[in-house]
């Protein structure tokens, strides 16, 4: 079992900055890629991020690429997304996500096996 705490929401102007952090529970973190994922009001949780165990790769949503930016510490067991030029649009409740396979179907949320419980972030226009 791996319980995931996010940190870092917030209510932020457009074009503002926030940073996001996700904690792990277990020294094992390192056998897990992770993910960050969104959900809005009325809609479904969207693949944000995502990132190999290795952190040698990282992936992106078109919607996000170039703006937010994924990193782990695998020595302090957390992942974090930089979330840089902030739009109206990325207000939702943000996710972390634990994935044991590693593989190329990053952007699935059901292929992760432990979330966290969300944290709130709002942007206004």
């Known amino acids: 079992q791996v319980q995931l705490v996010e940190s870092g929401g917030g209510l932020v102007q457009a074009g503002g900055s926030l940073r996001l952090s996700c904690a792990a529970s277990r020294r094992t973190f390192g056998i897990y890629a992770m993910g960050w994922f969104r959900q809005a009001p009325g809609e479904g949780r969207e693949f944000v991020a995502a990132i190999r165990r290795s952190g040698g790769s990282t992936y992106y949503a078109d919607s996000v690429k170039g703006r937010f930016t994924i990193s782990r510490d695998s020595a302090k067991n957390t992942v974090s997304l930089q979330m840089n030029s902030l739009k109206p649009e990325d207000t939702a409740v943000y996710y972390c996500?634990?994935?044991?396979?590693?593989?190329?179907?990053?952007?699935?949320?059901?292929?992760?096996?432990?979330w966290g419980q969300g944290t709130q972030v709002t942007v206004s226009s």
């Open positions: 996500a634990a994935n044991r396979w590693d593989d190329n179907y990053y952007a699935a949320s059901g292929r992760y096996d432990y």
